[in-house]
């Protein structure tokens, strides 16, 4: 019965945090409106912070592998809530390259990174469920924040809009309290860290995350995904950056602008959902959904002309966007577990979520110095397709190793079933996975033997 709880907790999580960085076109034109600064400098301050969620990724790993999910999450609360509290005090926009970008930038990463990981340790035999489940809050909080942000900013002025999103984001403190550590999880980090002091916890796990790492960045599969991710976020993040501002240039006013930011949130919901169940069967495939729906927004981007006559074409672009990048979030996480197993699973987000962030951080500025140089914005949306063809291709390369999920069905059906009843001891633990995969090696040994006499 926990594990569900912890589902919903992860779900709030995600609506409360890394939802917030699908308000950075409205937090951009306020910016600009604000300050009335360089355009470029305004677009760097919105990608810092767009990537800042999925850049921090190793950090948020290591203090996983240190401490807990639950730790990670509850940290994440308090610092958006500083990140943004600061900001909303800030009358030099400079000063938000710190307060606003790199703190609350952290603080969505903590949030987004914990309530991922918890899950794989929670839901080993059936992840994508769980975590389509679970990115479907972002998908909600997607659909909610733009529209609340700019209400916000109407009602309450720039710094108090910014002071009162801190207070929305603190309660990830709330939701990450429910997220007390599994069987599966305690095991993990007793092997990582020994049980020992705080100080040999930290230096044990800095070496076993160089260690993960380096078996990560070896797995050729995992490359190609990797940077797959990378220019799918190249194309994504240029794409919510200027898509409102794009609307408005098209005659929409700022709250229609708004809107179809937060219809993409009602597409991403579904998409999130529907990926999740889909990615379960075996005999659709993550990467295939992956390599698909990469594709088809593409085309989609490439003929957004196409949707900019009325504001309910506008809208229904926004929904085709939520639709078939929503998804994405899911196939990451799926895909990284497939690839990697559940032992490098928390490494492998981590490195993950810093190719993704990698490509929010570029993305909008190379896309801001191609509107600046063209002064056409339909360029940007041809980058952004471009980038989105090119992921589609990269993850075609990719090939998930198929009989992973099945080796981690089978080891960790005992571990799945104690956690679920809180019955089962250190003995249990260790038999199921130190024994288990040794024995049937041996059964297959033995079969073998008595094929070959």
Known sequence: MYPWVVLVASFMTMMFGPSVNYATGVFHVALLKEFDEDLVLTTWVGSIFGCMFALAGPVASFVINVFSCRTCVVMSGIVMLVGFACSSLVTDIRLLFLTYALVAGLGTCLSGTGAIVVLGYYFPNNPAVAQGLCVAGAGLGMFLHPVLVQYLFDNYGFHGAFLITGGITFHACVTGMLMRPSVIERKRKRDIT??????????????????????????????????SIFCFALGLSAEYLFLPDFCMKQGATFRDASLVISTSGIGS??????????????????????????????????????????????????????????????????????????????????????????????????????????????????????????????????????????????????????????????????????????TERKEHQYRLHDEHI
Not at 209 to 219: A, E, M, T
Not at 362 to 384: C, Q, R, W
């Open 194 to 227: 020994g049980g020992g002091r705080l100080r040999r916890k930290i230096i044990l796990s800095l070496c076993g995350d160089c260690s993960r790492i380096g078996k990560v960045v070896k797995n050729v599969s995992f490359l190609f995904f990797a940077f």
């Open 269 to 438: 919901v579904i998409s999130r959902i529907l990926t999740g169940i889909a990615s379960s069967d075996e005999n659709i495939g993550s990467a295939i959904l992956h390599t698909s729906t990469a594709s088809i927004m593409a085309l989609l981007t490439l003929f957004v002309s196409l949707f900019l006559s009325s504001s309910y074409l506008q809208i229904l672009f926004g929904f085709f966007l939520g639709l078939y990048t929503g998804g994405f979030w899911v196939l990451m996480n799926t895909l990284t577990l497939d690839i990697l197993g559940l032992q490098n699973f928390a490494t492998g987000v981590g490195v993950a979520m810093f190719f993704c962030g990698t490509g929010y951080l570029i993305g909008p500025p190379i896309a801001g110095a191609i509107l600046e140089a063209t002064g056409d914005y339909y360029k940007v949306f041809l980058f952004s397709g471009a980038m989105m063809f090119l992921a589609s291709a990269l993850g075609f390369l990719s090939n998930a190793k198929e009989n992973t999920r099945k080796c981690r069905h089978d080891v960790l059906t005992e571990l799945s079933t104690c956690s679920d009843n809180n019955m089962c001891d250190e003995a249990a633990v260790a038999d199921a996975t130190e024994n288990k995969l040794p």
